[in-house]
């Protein structure tokens, strides 16, 4: 005879062998294929660099990018996310440093905000508005050489060994690559 208690058993057991099976079907694998850690150390001029982003482009073009922050001169490179490495391959290497757009565009706001103190309204706004950051973003100049960040013109490389793998590169005004052309919008129809 079965009970309600062998039969909530049964059930349980199938339900957590199935469990089991999917997670186990499932692997670590997410699609973004091996990855292997990546690593590295940024300076500018002989000093490391504060703030920035790296970018490593892949020369092959089925292949998927990576990026990483660079805090304090250090950075460490991600395909999918929480530092897991890039696909072993060529890559070019791009890297940006810019003004602090985030303290410009709350200082604008604050600017503005405070010649128009008697407008009502004003005094209850706490977020920076979209336009003051779009104007930052805008007018953010870079900290270091352009060319070092365009993927075109940069002088930087990498080759991921199937390894952990570490690259330091030190960025010079003397050795930089040539600024990138700037697309010229003149001629061409507004929309």
Same mark, same amino acid.
């Given at each position: ?59 092959? &073009? ?88 365009? &993927? ?40």
């Amino acid at each position: 005879m079965f009970s309600a208690s062998s039969f909530l058993r049964g059930s349980l057991a199938v339900l957590t062998t199935s469990a089991t099976l999917v997670l186990i079907g499932c692997g670590t694998d997410d699609g973004l294929g091996k990855r292997f850690p990546v690593s590295g150390t940024v300076t500018y001029n002989g000093t490391p660099l504060e703030k920035g982003s790296i970018s490593f482009v892949p020369e092959d &073009p089925k292949g998927l990018g990576a990026s990483g922050a660079i805090e304090n001169g250090s950075y460490t490179m991600s395909t999918g996310g929480n530092s897991d490495g890039v696909r072993a391959g060529k890559y070019k290497v791009t890297i940006t440093a810019r003004e602090d757009i985030t303290a410009k565009a709350k200082a604008e706001f604050e600017k503005a905000r405070a010649a128009r103190k008697n407008v009502a309204g004003t005094e209850e706004l706490t977020v920076v508005p979209r336009q003051f950051v779009v104007k930052a973003e805008a007018e953010a100049k870079s900290l270091i050489p352009a060319g070092y960040g365009d &993927p075109q013109s940069t002088n930087l490389a990498a080759e991921v060994k199937e390894e952990s793998n570490t690259f330091n590169y030190k960025l010079s005004d003397s050795e930089a690559p040539p600024a990138p052309k700037s697309s010229n919008t003149k001629g061409r129809k507004k929309f």
